[in-house]
C-alpha cells in the first residue's frame, strides 16, 4: 500500500478508537470486581468431594463470614494470578498457533485449499451447511468445543480463497459448534455432570433437544449463509473489509496442485495424529496440558517428514507463537475477574444471590430466570462442568419447591451456560479460536449479536414449552 493512501489508514483507526481495546475492557472488569468486594458481603457455602473427586456445593449451608476486600497488592497480583491460573490454556493457544504455522509451512494446507476449492468453485455458499453440520454433531455427541482451534485454522484459507472473510469462516466455525454443545444430546463434561446432579438418567430427554438442536442449528446455517452471500456479492458488506490481514481470493488456476511423495506422507502422519488427539480427548479427558504435549509432537514430527530442517521448524513455531500471542494473554487477564471475586470471597456471595432472586420469580418464569442466571454465572465460571457443580445443586432444589421438573432445569443450565461461550471475553477457548482467525472481539460481537438474540429468544419459547408439557426423564 503506497504512503499517499495512508490517510485512510488513519480514518480507519480513528474508528476502531471508538471501542475500547480488550484489555481496557477486562481491566475495567477487574477494577469493578476489585470495588465490588467493598459492598458485597462475604460469604461461602461448605462443599462435599463425590465419587469421582470433583467438590460439589452443597444448598443451605451458605453462611457470611468477616469481610475480605481486595487491597491494593491483592488488585495488583490479580493479573498475574490469572495468568498463572491459566497457563496450561494459554500454552496450548500458543502451542497450537506454532503447531499450524509448521502444517502451514509443509504446503499441505494449499493442497487441501486447492481440492476443496475446485469442488466448490461454482458452488461456494454450499461450504457453509457442508461444513457446519459435521461440525455440530461431533460437538454434540463429544462436546469437544475446544475443536474449534482445530477447525478454524483448517478452513479460513478456503473461506478466503472463495471469497468469503474470516468473519464467515469463524461463524462456520463457533455457530456450529457451540449450538452443539448448548444443545447438548450426549456430551458427559455439561450434561452428564448436570443429570447426575439432578439424578435424572444420563443423556435421558433426548428427543426434545433433538428438536431444539435442528432448530438451533438450521437458524445458525442461514445466518451465517446470508451474511456469507452478502460478503460474495458485495466485500465491502464485510465486517472487517479494508483490514490489512484479510486475503484477496484468487482465481482457482486450470492446472491442479500435486502432492509430492513427502506432502503426502505428511497429510497421512496429520491423519494418525489427528485420530491420536480424538482417542485421547474421548478416553483419556485430555486438556490443555496434554494437547500442549501433542501440538508440539505433531509440529515438529509433521516438519521432519515434510523435509524440513529444524532450524525451518523452529522459526515456524515461532511466528506462529507471535500471531496467537494476544489471544493467548486475553484469557489469562480474563481470569483476573474470577481471582478478585474468589480473593474478595463473595463469589459464593453472588451464588447465593441468584438462587434467592431465582426462588422469587413466579413459578411460571422460574425456567426462564434460571437460563438468565447461568448464563451470568458462566461469565464467573467458565467451565461448563465447573458451573454445574456449583450451580444445579440449587437450581434442582428451586425447581422442586416451583414445580419446574428437574429435566426443564437442566435444559436452561445447558442454554443459559452454552449459548454465552461465544461472546463472553472469559471464555478462554472462544478468544483463543478469534485469536487463531485474526479477528477482534469487538468485530464478532457485531457479527453474532443479531443471532444471539434471536437464539436467546427460541430458547424462552422452548422452555416455557418444557414447563408446558412437564418435561422429563424420557
Known amino acids: ?52 473427586g470433583a467438590e460439589i456445593l452443597q444448598p443451605g ?28 490454556i494459554i500454552f496450548g493457544i500458543m502451542m497450537i498457533g506454532g503447531m499450524f504455522a509448521v502444517i502451514e509451512r509443509t504446503g499441505v494446507i494449499d493442497l487441501g485449499v486447492d481440492k476443496l476449492a475446485r469442488s466448490f468453485a461454482n458452488k461456494g455458499l454450499w ?11 461431533f460437538t454434540t455427541i463429544t462436546g469437544q468445543v475446544e475443536l474449534s482451534l482445530v477447525y478454524l485454522p483448517a478452513i479460513l484459507p478456503l473461506i478466503l480463497k472463495l471469497g468469503f472473510d474470516k ?86 488456476p486450470e492446472t491442479p496442485k500435486k502432492a509430492t511423495r513427502r506432502q503426502l ?17 474421548l478416553n483419556f479427558g485430555w486438556y490443555f496440558r496434554e494437547l500442549t504435549g501433542l ?25 506462529g507463537f507471535k500471531r496467537i500471542l494476544l489471544g493467548a494473554i486475553v484469557v489469562g487477564i480474563a481470569r483476573g475477574v474470577a481471582v478478585v471475586l474468589e480473593e474478595g470471597q463473595i463469589m459464593d456471595t453472588i451464588i447465593y444471590g441468584f438462587g434467592e432472586l431465582v426462588g422469587m420469580i413466579p413459578d411460571s418464569m422460574t425456567a426462564v430466570f434460571m437460563m ?37 432445569a437442566v435444559l436452561a ?19 483463543a479460536t478469534l485469536a487463531i482467525g485474526g479477528l477482534r472481539w469487538e468485530k464478532w460481537i457485531k457479527f453474532i449479536f443479531p443471532l444471539l438474540i434471536i437464539w436467546y429468544g427460541l430458547a424462552v419459547v422452548f422452555l416455557i414449552i418444557a414447563q408446558f408439557i412437564d418435561y422429563g426423564p424420557l
Not at 504512503?3 to 481491566?27: A, N, S, T
Not at 488488585?75 to 497457563?87: R, T
Not at 461450504?127 to 454433531?137: A, E, G, K, R, S
Not at 502422519?269 to 485421547?280: E, M, P, R
Request: glycine share 10%; charged share 15%; net charge negative.
Open 1 to 52: 500500500m503506497g504512503k499517499d493512501q495512508e490517510p485512510v489508514i488513519d480514518g480507519e483507526h480513528k474508528r476502531k478508537e471508538k471501542v475500547p481495546h480488550i484489555y481496557v475492557i477486562l481491566f475495567g472488569m477487574i477494577v469493578l470486581a476489585s470495588l465490588a468486594t467493598y459492598f458485597v458481603p462475604s460469604g461461602t457455602f461448605e462443599r462435599e468431594t463425590n465419587e469421582s
Open 61 to 88: 449451608t451458605f453462611n457470611f463470614t468477616d469481610a475480605a476486600p481486595i487491597g491494593i497488592m491483592d488488585f495488583m497480583l490479580a493479573i498475574p494470578e490469572g495468568l498463572i491460573q491459566s497457563v496450561e
Open 127 to 137: 461450504i457453509v451447511p457442508t461444513l457446519m453440520i459435521p461440525f455440530c454433531i
Open 167 to 252: 468473519v464467515t469462516a469463524a461463524g462456520i466455525v463457533l455457530v456450529s459448534t457451540i449450538a452443539g454443545f448448548a444443545i447438548a444430546l450426549t456430551v458427559p463434561a455439561n450434561l452428564g455432570t448436570a443429570q447426575q446432579i439432578a439424578e435424572l438418567p444420563f443423556y435421558s430427554g433426548i428427543g426434545y433437544r433433538l428438536i431444539i438442536l435442528i432448530i438451533i442449528l438450521s437458524i445458525g446455517i442461514i445466518y451465517v449463509w446470508r451474511y456469507a452471500k452478502k460478503v460474495l456479492e458485495n466485500p465491502e458488506h464485510s465486517i472487517v473489509y479494508g483490514e490489512q490481514s484479510d486475503v484477496v481470493p484468487e482465481d482457482v
Open 265 to 281: 506422507a505428511t497429510s497421512f502422519t496429520l491423519l494418525i495424529f489427528f485420530g491420536i488427539l480424538i482417542y485421547g480427548l
Open 295 to 319: 501440538y508440539a509432537l505433531i509440529g515438529i514430527v509433521t516438519g521432519l517428514v515434510a523435509g524440513l530442517r529444524p532450524s525451518m521448524i523452529a522459526e515456524s513455531f515461532n511466528e
Open 372 to 408: 438468565i442466571v447461568q448464563g451470568l454465572l458462566n461469565f464467573l465460571i467458565p467451565s461448563g462442568s465447573g458451573q454445574a457443580m456449583v450451580s444445579m445443586p440449587i437450581m434442582t432444589g428451586l425447581a422442586d419447591l416451583s414445580g419446574v421438573t428437574r429435566q426443564t
Open 413 to 431: 443450565f445447558l442454554m443459559g451456560d452454552g449459548f454465552s461461550n461465544i461472546f463472553y471475553p472469559t471464555s478462554g477457548y472462544f478468544m
